[in-house]
């Protein structure tokens, strides 16, 4: 069940740890025998744990006609060991030793490269010929009728799920089964793991339309990103698929059109070391490892995606920034050097002292003086402006916010890097918000409710999270229940559907608003 779920009209029932009555009755409808009290033991001594009982009483029955005193023959340390999955995984290694290297073992490794059920069309990828080394050779050239048999054995041993008659072919299995066989395949059995991934980068990449418009298209490229970073082809993965195919270059359609944040995070951690945001992953394939500008690339876009979704505090986004500012020097990049300071002003806001939000905000605002940009002007002021009002200096904070936003009316311009939040959006929020302290109620409402619109209009979903709250703020302090409640609710709804996670805090009462506002 989705934890989206908690607390409202759907059932929740916890069926990972059964109780000792329960796992004995379960253990008894696999076939176990044996006296009603060993049954019960046997369930407390694997901790109740749902998986790990359904394969034991499977095993038992086909290894020992269900005698539940041999049980003791599938591991020795059971009951020493408490962690979760690691009764499963012990079961799993006797499964392992029974059917021996064969058949069965080829299709459970290939099942652990997926986290769905796989279908007929992405299996047939992976047992073409020729077959994949150390993988599929046992599985090269079989019949429907032997295929069907490996299935059937795997299936009576409750490794595999049964057939869905609604998707026939595919084949899914538990996830602790993934993640064990998964794993195996990957440590141990590497170059294989890669081929598998090479093969399915080239399956997924072409499954897709070549400009997909939306997220159920989109998928399959995502995979293919994923599946290169695997395989170690990092630069065709970035070049080819993500940057003209899901970001489609500075349009960066796949958040600003489908707002699919945390799905680019999932593609983005791919490119780094075991998934350490800044380490960047290395490849034996000639001419695959990513040269310091994919990596300032990669970086900026991970440091925004993770503080949109995490929070401006996320230490992962901290890391990245930092990575970014010292590439960004070493290249001469100062585009890239302004986005880099911004992301560690933003993090600066809920971290660190007001001294220090302020020496990071002067930084990006003499670096937007230096290279005359007035889109990058709109983001200089908008720091300061945010940072002198948090230091309670109210006049000189809407002095600089309406500074940004005049030259946002001059052109309506377009910033030349990516932003969290629309610069001008935020310039039009934070002298709101100073007009309110300045006790020029009206003006602020009608330039809050200007913020609200242009987000609005740009698209600017983050920009229109922090308005919507900011909203809510002023209009608590004021009193107004009803309008709390509308900015609360829209903000609820947004942030839900974004995956904004520093906004969640405002799910369960409209009156928590008023605790904070960022900029």
């Given at each position: 069940?989705?934890?989206?779920?908690?607390g409202?009209?759907?059932?929740?029932?916890?069926?990972?740890?059964?109780?000792?009555?329960?796992?004995?009755?379960?253990?008894?409808?696999?076939?176990?025998?044996?006296?009603?009290?060993?049954?019960?033991?046997?369930?407390?001594?694997?901790?109740?744990?749902?998986?790990?009982?359904?394969?034991?009483?499977?095993?038992?029955?086909?290894?020992?006609?269900?005698?539940?005193?041999?049980?003791?023959?599938?591991?020795?340390?059971?009951?020493?060991?408490?962690?979760?999955?690691?009764?499963?995984?012990?079961?799993?290694?006797?499964?392992?030793?029974?059917?021996?290297?064969?058949?069965?073992?080829?299709?459970?490794?290939?099942?652990?490269?997926?986290?769905?059920?796989?279908?007929?069309?992405?299996?047939g990828?992976?047992?073409?010929?020729p077959?994949i080394?150390?993988?599929?050779?046992?599985?090269i050239?079989?019949?429907?009728?032997?295929?069907?048999?490996?299935?059937?054995?795997?299936?009576?041993?409750?490794?595999?799920?049964?057939?869905?008659?609604?998707?026939?072919?595919?084949l899914d299995?538990?996830?602790?089964?993934?993640?064990?066989?998964g794993?195996?395949?990957?440590?141990?059995?590497?170059?294989?793991?890669?081929?598998?991934?090479?093969?399915?980068?080239?399956?997924?990449?072409?499954?897709?339309?070549?400009?997909?418009?939306?997220?159920?298209?989109?998928?399959?490229?995502?995979?293919?990103?994923?599946?290169?970073?695997?395989?170690?082809?990092?630069?065709?993965?970035?070049?080819?698929?993500?940057?003209?195919?899901?970001?489609?270059?500075?349009?960066?359609?796949?958040?600003?059109?489908?707002?699919a944040?945390?799905?680019?995070?999932?593609?983005?951690?791919?490119?780094?070391?075991?998934?350490?945001?800044?380490?960047?992953?290395?490849?034996?394939?000639?001419?695959?490892?990513?040269?310091?500008?994919?990596?300032?690339?990669?970086?900026?876009?991970?440091?925004?995606?993770?503080?949109?979704?995490?929070?401006?505090?996320?230490?992962?986004?901290?890391?990245?920034?930092?990575?970014?500012?010292?590439?960004?020097?070493?290249?001469?990049?100062?585009l890239?050097?302004?986005?880099?300071?911004?992301?560690?002003?933003?993090h600066?806001?809920?971290?660190?002292?007001?001294?220090?939000?302020?020496?990071?905000?002067?930084?990006?605002?003499?670096?937007?003086?230096?290279?005359?940009?007035?889109?990058?002007?709109?983001?200089?002021?908008?720091?300061?402006?945010?940072?002198?009002?948090?230091?309670?200096?109210?006049?000189?904070?809407?002095?600089?916010a309406?500074?940004?936003?005049?030259?946002?009316?001059?052109?309506?311009?377009?910033?030349?890097?990516?932003?969290?939040?629309?610069?001008?959006a935020?310039?039009?929020?934070?002298?709101?918000?100073s007009?309110?302290?300045?006790?020029?109620i009206?003006?602020?409402?009608?330039?809050?409710?200007?913020?609200?619109?242009?987000?609005?209009?740009?698209?600017?979903?983050?920009?229109?999270?922090?308005?919507?709250?900011?909203?809510?703020?002023?209009?608590?302090?004021?009193?107004?229940?009803?309008?709390?409640?509308?900015?609360?609710?829209?903000?609820?709804?947004?942030?839900?559907?974004?995956?904004?996670?520093?906004?969640?805090?405002?799910r369960?009462?409209?009156?928590r608003?008023g605790?904070?506002c960022?900029?």
């Open positions: 069940m989705s934890a989206n779920h908690e409202t009209s759907a059932l929740r029932r916890d069926l990972e740890h059964l109780s000792s009555d329960a796992g004995a009755k379960l253990l008894r409808a696999l076939g176990a025998k044996g006296p009603e009290a060993e049954l019960r033991r046997a369930s407390d001594e694997f901790r109740g744990h749902c998986l790990a009982l359904t394969l034991l009483g499977s095993y038992l029955t086909d290894a020992y006609k269900g005698n539940i005193r041999c049980r003791n023959e599938v591991s020795v340390h059971l009951a020493d060991d408490v962690r979760q999955g690691v009764h499963a995984r012990r079961v799993m290694e006797s499964y392992e030793t029974w059917f021996g290297e064969g058949p069965e073992l080829s299709v459970l490794r290939i099942l652990g490269l997926f986290d769905r059920p796989a279908d007929a069309k992405v299996l990828t992976l047992l073409k010929p077959p080394r150390g993988l599929t050779e046992s599985l050239g079989l019949s429907r009728t032997e295929w069907r048999t490996i299935l059937s054995r795997l299936r009576r041993a409750r490794l595999l799920a049964r057939e869905d008659p609604l998707n026939a072919g595919y299995t538990h996830p602790l089964v993934r993640e064990y066989f794993e195996q395949l990957q440590n141990q059995r590497t170059e294989a793991w890669k081929e598998c991934n090479r093969r399915l980068f080239n399956h997924y990449q072409v499954l897709a339309p070549q400009l997909p418009k939306g997220f159920r298209e989109m998928e399959p490229l995502f995979l293919a990103v994923i599946c290169g970073c695997n395989a170690g082809l990092f630069r065709v993965a970035l070049h080819e698929i993500y940057l003209p195919r899901i970001q489609r270059g500075d349009a960066f359609y796949a958040v600003r059109v489908l707002g944040r945390g799905a680019l995070l999932s593609v983005l951690v791919h490119f780094f070391e075991q998934g350490r945001w800044g380490s960047f992953a290395e490849t034996g394939v000639e001419g695959q490892n990513l040269n310091a500008d994919d990596q300032l690339f990669i970086l900026m876009q991970a440091g925004w995606y993770l503080t949109t979704t995490r929070g401006f505090a996320a230490p992962e986004a901290l890391i990245c920034y930092e990575r970014a500012e010292s590439l960004s020097v070493r290249l001469n990049r100062p890239a050097m302004f986005s880099a300071l911004r992301g560690l002003w933003l600066s806001i809920v971290s660190d002292r007001l001294s220090a939000m302020m020496r990071v905000a002067r930084r990006v605002y003499a670096l937007a003086q230096e290279q005359n940009d007035p889109a990058l002007m709109i983001g200089g002021y908008r720091a300061l402006a945010v940072t002198l009002y948090y230091l309670g200096d109210f006049e000189s904070a809407r002095r600089n309406m500074s940004g936003v005049q030259v946002w009316y001059w052109g309506n311009i377009r910033s030349p890097v990516e932003e969290v939040t629309a610069p001008a935020s310039c039009l929020i934070f002298a709101a918000l007009k309110w302290h300045s006790g020029e009206a003006s602020c409402h009608s330039a809050m409710e200007e913020a609200i619109s242009l987000a609005k209009e740009l698209n600017d979903k983050h920009s229109l999270a922090v308005a919507l709250m900011d909203n809510g703020i002023l209009r608590q302090y004021e009193r107004a229940p009803d309008e709390v409640e509308r900015s609360a609710s829209a903000l609820i709804e947004l942030s839900t559907r974004q995956s904004f996670a520093f906004f969640f805090g405002w369960n009462s409209s009156s608003l605790a904070l960022v900029g």
